[in-house]
């Protein structure tokens, strides 16, 4: 099976500065991939050149193995694109932003297909009011709408859950994973760490390169764990690596020690774990 | 096909706006009534219906390229363009429909004008003569529509636009013979005069309301507007960024 997306060697100049450098990534099919990295990182410079927005400078990018290019019309009938802004119209309605955006792909049955999708963002009761009246994380569903209304097999997200309260942020999610479970590729970009945490492999960019690629959990065994423990009445901490040798290596060090009263784990958040490898491929950058 | 679901939904849209819509029909109506207190304070030998009709031209003109071309950028700067083309619509089709959906609003706004100023003016023109002056500025405003989606390609936001106001719209009203014949101009600014499609609307218009009018004297003039409706067409089709 042919990877959803090949990256090889790209990069992408703005003038003199450089918002992507030698990006080598593939992405498997029926996968959420996550784009993790802080605002400027290259996210969006990234995925406007997989939806064929933007040209790449140097190197090749392949998307369901055609090129955003050369094969864009053939490609737009199987991708989605959700931006980082709704990208609506404010004077029509939910339902008629999603059938003018389907339209384009001459999809059949789209009336069926718009109230289908609408019902699956659970925005039904709201699919006739204008888009204007819409709260910014009902404008972030009825866009993802837009997107997945001629059920593409692979959809680029740009910050989904930008700017949206932590109950809409899990109810995306949740979509998200029903759709990944349809066999729909998802690449998602955040900004957001903790995200990181619920794709099913992610990619850290930092200043347009790649930092990491790894899988979530891998991302944060590469972190440390802080062990706190009080034996015979004294407080005693040390830092460990957060994989599960590790740990299990100094909790059998301490044993079954009955003068062990409580001990207490606090491992590295998601957060300053990215941003340490983010950090720490800067500076040996910097100094080599 | 794209293009009548683009031009529709540029349509649903205008419906939505209602603000919009009747700001950008009765704005040329009261610009129109503030003309006639101007004139009313000429000196009566002053042939005033020379200058009536060109007048209205123009602020069809201005309106209809400053409305099309804003509305256009926004949908760059709101991101719906790059959506557009992404969801597989083509240029050719989002020109296409922007041009056959602000049409619509600019038959109005021709419309309006144009009666708005026989009546102010007492102007007593034949049924024919009405027609054609319908026809001509309709005419100006397709051209406008096209000027509007043709410079919005340069603009990243709406202030990008404001710009081509004083380049394109104020030298029209200067050079294209609306106020003073071109031919007592020097030759560079009557050159620069002839290469503004209002020159071609004012010249016809000049025409038609002559009483010895016939078809003939203006088939050039109608010519030149007309294509400048495929020119701009083909221009703003070639400027139109799918990539960058």
Redesign the interface.
């Known amino acids: 099976m042919t990877n959803a997306v090949e990256i090889d060697h790209l990069s992408k100049d703005y003038g003199k500065l450089r918002a992507l450098d030698n990006i080598i990534l593939s992405v498997p099919q029926g996968a959420i991939y996550g784009l993790v990295g802080p605002n400027g990182a290259g996210k969006t410079t990234l995925i406007k050149t997989l939806?064929?927005?933007?040209?790449p400078t140097t190197g090749s990018v392949k998307v369901l193995g055609l090129d955003p290019?050369q094969d864009?019309?053939k490609l737009?009938?199987h991708?989605g694109?959700m931006?980082?802004?709704?990208?609506?119209?404010d004077?029509?309605s939910a339902k008629?932003n999603i059938l003018?955006?389907g339209?384009?792909?001459?999809v059949p049955d789209l009336e069926k297909k718009a109230d289908d999708i609408l019902a699956f963002a659970e925005l039904t009761d709201r699919g006739n009011d204008?888009v204007r009246t819409f709260s910014g994380g009902m404008k972030k569903r009825v866009s993802l709408c837009?997107a997945l209304i001629?059920q593409p097999k692979i959809v680029f997200l740009d910050e989904p859950t930008a700017a949206i309260d932590p109950h809409l942020k899990i109810e995306s999610w949740n979509l998200f994973r029903k759709l990944a479970k349809s066999g729909v590729t998802l690449f998602i970009s955040t900004h957001l760490m903790d995200e990181a945490l619920l794709c099913d492999k992610v990619t850290i960019l930092g200043n347009g390169k790649i930092i990491a690629v790894d899988t979530p959990q891998k991302l944060l065994e590469r972190g440390k764990t802080k062990l706190k423990y009080s034996e015979n009445g004294e407080v005693k901490e040390s830092i460990l690596d957060s994989t599960p040798e590790s740990l299990a290596n100094e909790l059998q060090k301490l044993g079954l020690n009955q003068n062990i009263t409580s001990i207490s784990l606090q491992p590295d958040n998601i957060e300053n774990i990215v941003l340490g490898i983010i950090g720490e491929k800067q500076n040996s950058e910097s100094t080599g | 096909?794209?293009t009548f679901?683009i031009a529709r939904?540029i349509l649903?849209?205008l419906q939505?706006?209602k603000k919009y819509l009747a700001l950008s029909i009765i704005a040329p109506l009261i610009i129109i009534y503030f003309l006639k207190l101007l004139f009313n304070a000429f000196p009566p030998n002053v042939p005033i219906t020379n200058f009536t009709i060109p007048i209205g031209a123009l602020i069809v003109h201005f309106l209809s390229f400053l409305l099309c071309a804003i509305l256009l950028v926004q949908e760059r700067t709101?991101?719906?363009l790059?959506?557009?083309?992404?969801?597989?619509?083509r240029r050719t089709s989002i020109i296409g429909g922007y041009t056959l959906g602000y049409l619509g609003l600019a038959t109005i706004q021709a419309a309006a004008v144009l009666f708005e100023s026989l009546w102010l003016f007492n102007l007593d023109y034949s049924g024919q003569t009405i027609f054609l002056l319908f026809i001509v500025i309709w005419l100006l405003a397709v051209v406008s529509v096209m000027l509007g989606i043709f410079i919005s390609t340069f603009a990243q936001n709406e202030g990008h636009v404001f710009p081509f106001i004083p380049l394109i719209i104020l030298p029209s009203v200067f050079l294209t013979g609306l106020i003073i014949d071109t031919n007592t101009l020097p030759g560079w600014a009557a050159f620069i005069g002839k290469c503004l499609p209002l020159h071609y609307a004012v010249n016809i218009i000049h025409e038609i309301i002559k009483p010895t009018y016939s078809l003939s004297s203006t088939y050039l003039d109608f010519t030149i507007l007309i294509g400048y409706i495929f020119l701009l067409w083909i221009l703003a089709s070639l400027t139109l960024k799918?990539?960058?």
């Open positions: 939806v064929g927005t933007l040209k290019l864009k019309w737009r009938k991708i694109y931006p980082q802004t709704a990208a609506l119209y004077d029509l008629k003018f955006f339209a384009a792909q001459n204008l837009c001629h | 096909m794209n679901i939904r649903n849209q939505g706006d709101r991101g719906t790059e959506r557009m083309l992404i969801s597989g619509y799918e990539t960058e």
